[in-house]
């Protein structure tokens, strides 16, 4: 089974308008860390948030969160008030503790801002 | 200051030929990371240093070889390359267990051409 599920491999968002990205992930760790980053056109790699599997609060970093349900085991990322900026891929990621040398990642969700 | 750098950015080469990558870290991880990303932008891990042993390695040909010279280094070096090794070698480093919760730091990216 995959262990980091992406669904959308493309969005659109208006300029402005909240967006969330879905991501499912699959573990039977107790302990874990869910991770969003961010690849523009440019091409890095660039961290955004992450949730840690005892984190009973969702994350947030400015425009940025996560909404974690764990029973669900998702991890949707939700940018709010989208900027052009915010065109790129974005990929979902996970580090269990049993296995902490190895980040999982999803296929990526390509995410298109309209203005 | 660079947390992790990679050379070169580009790389253009004939099939057959042998080539290098460097990366290196300053952020004191002691775990680093190479990772392929072909055309469909899929992240696929090839290894997995920790402390400058060789803890992953992914049904990865044994044409690439890497090298983890210390804790701080992690080269790539790949034998008689082929066309389909054209893509994006991303480096990164993190902590180990200790750090389950952070973040990789992923260095700029290395776009390998064949021809």
């Known amino acids: 089974a995959q262990k980091i599920t992406q669904t959308q491999p493309g969005m659109f968002v208006q300029e402005k308008e909240a967006v969330t990205l879905d991501c499912t992930y699959d573990?039977?760790?107790?302990?874990?860390?869910l991770f969003w980053y961010k690849q523009p056109s440019s091409g890095e790699m660039i961290f955004l948030i992450y949730?840690?599997?005892?984190?009973?609060q969702n994350a947030t970093e400015g425009r940025y969160s996560l909404n974690f349900q764990k029973a669900r085991k998702s991890a949707n990322l939700v940018i709010s008030a989208s900027q052009l900026g915010d065109s790129a891929m974005y990929f979902c990621?996970?580090?269990?503790?049993?296995?902490?040398?190895?980040?999982?990642f999803g296929s990526g969700t390509k995410l298109n801002v309209k203005p | 200051d660079t947390a992790v750098s990679q050379t070169p950015k580009y790389l253009v080469t004939q099939m057959g030929n042998d080539k290098s990558i460097k990366c290196e870290q300053n952020?004191?991880?002691?775990?680093m990371y190479w990772y392929k990303q072909d055309s469909k932008k899929f992240l696929k891990i090839m290894f997995s240093?920790?402390?400058?042993?060789?803890?992953i390695n992914e049904t990865v040909p044994n044409r690439f070889s890497p090298k983890s010279p210390d804790k701080a280094h992690l080269n790539l070096h790949i034998n008689s390359l082929e066309l389909g090794d054209s893509a994006v070698y991303f480096c990164?480093?993190?902590?180990?267990?200790?750090?389950?919760?952070?973040?990789?730091?992923f260095g700029p990216g290395t776009r390998l051409t064949v021809l």
């Open positions: 573990t039977s760790d107790q302990s874990y860390g």
């Open positions: 952020l004191g991880h002691d775990t």
């Open positions: 240093y920790n402390n400058k042993e060789l803890i």
């Open positions: 949730q840690g599997s005892y984190d009973e």
């Open positions: 990164a480093s993190s902590h180990g267990l200790a750090g389950l919760f952070n973040e990789q730091f």
């Open positions: 990621a996970m580090r269990e503790r049993g296995n902490f040398n190895k980040f999982y």
